[in-house]
């Protein structure tokens, strides 16, 4: 079992930035992938950012380049760091791990405005 609990969305104008952290409530060392799913009103739940526990990551397309996820093995977090924003990045943002099953944090609205 992992529980997750994500903090650090808000209101940002557009180009602004945004950090997102998630901690968990045990070693995060192990778990096979950490990351970061977005769900926007009337859309799917759609990946943005993740990364393995060997280090790998994968971004989605539209935020590669102005997003870049870490992780903190020692502090048990994972962080995403959100630059140029976009009014299309408005979305509750979701922590997610993957170890023998799927764990999701409660989720944090990010809002940009135009």
């Known amino acids: 079992q992992v529980q997750l609990v994500e903090s650090g969305g808000g209101l940002v104008q557009a180009g602004g930035s945004l950090r997102l952290s998630c901690a968990a409530s045990?070693?995060?060392?192990?778990?096979?992938?950490m990351g970061w799913y977005r769900q926007a009103p009337g859309k799917q739940r759609e990946l943005v950012a993740a990364m393995t526990s060997g280090g790998s990551t994968n971004y989605l397309s539209s935020v590669k380049g102005r997003f870049t996820i870490s992780r903190d093995n020692a502090k048990n977090t994972v962080s995403l760091q959100m630059n140029s924003l976009k009014p299309e990045d408005t979305a509750v943002y979701y922590c997610?791990?993957?170890?023998?099953?799927?764990?999701w944090g409660q989720g944090t609205q990010v809002t940009v405005s135009s």
């Open positions: 997610w791990a993957s170890h023998r099953g799927d764990y």
């Open positions: 045990r070693s995060i060392f192990s778990i096979n992938a």
